[in-house]
């Protein structure tokens, strides 16, 4: 069995047939006691206009492809190009050459995800464009080229990289994922009363004066399909999700601006295309506990108990998810 398979204490969720993906799901996530439908009682809410059409007939459950990593990419922006692997120069473009690579650290940095991938074969990276706020010196270049800095946010490992431009990227994120695999690999045996915190790895003399490792202390990030330019309905419905569970968050004292990354708060970002658009709104969600929990077909009437039932307790209604994993966190 592979390393993943070692680490999870779950069993596989690729296993079995439609009928019960309950079950399947069950055997990973703690399912919630309430329904999707209850959240339609929830008063106060805003709603889409009619003018969004969500495909409510076909299946949901692993509708999405498996993947393992998702990078975030500070932009400052909700909205991209068509492909925001195009734009020449962009951290997007670098990013997705390093996964069509021989020889990834994508591959590296995968030694703990997909649940229905218990071989560890999936290495798949989603690169995301996304609202998180980049350095100062991001607005002072002109156009996108290899010298521009960014801040990216590495998950399920809420690990962040500061000040890191798409010509040192592939350098840095080898030094990183070399250091998140040697972790598991080290102790993927022992229990976490016996493993020490983790701590993130010395970056090379030329690259550390200023380029900073950082950990994420949040309880969580919420991530909205926000690009209007790929299907106008993720452009509509992230606008209003954003505003209404930054509402909902304040009122649990969990909500966190952008740039503020107070320990056990949640932020919520914009992202560029996820995929399966029909779908909207598409909201993935990661658990510093080590879930990644993909929902979709989410309105804002589904917030309160999203906040209530899946960020604060870690459940999920089987009739929304997409796809997901539970990985074993980094213990930090």
Known sequence: MGLLGKLSSSLSLALGTKSDVATQIAKTFEISECKPEDCESCEGTAAFPSSVSVDMESELWQSTKPWALQMLISTGKSDWIHSIADEKGSMAQALEKSQNSKEPWVGKAAVNGDLADPENKVKRLIISNSSMAPPEAFFEHNGNDSTKPYNLMLLPYFIGVENV??????????????????????????????????????????LSSKIKLTHIPNRAIVLLCSHRTRDKRCGTTATILKKEFLSQLRDHELDRDVDDLTPGGVNVFTVSHLGGHKFSANVIIYLNTGEAIWLARITPAHVKNIIEEVIIKGRVWPELLRGGFKSKALDW
């Open 165 to 206: 431009s798409p010509g040192e990227v592939d350098q840095v994120m080898e030094v990183v994922t070399k250091s998140v695999a040697d972790r598991y690999q080290r102790f993927e045996d022992k229990p976490s009363s016996q493993t020490p915190k983790y701590s993130l790895p010395a970056l090379p003399a030329s």
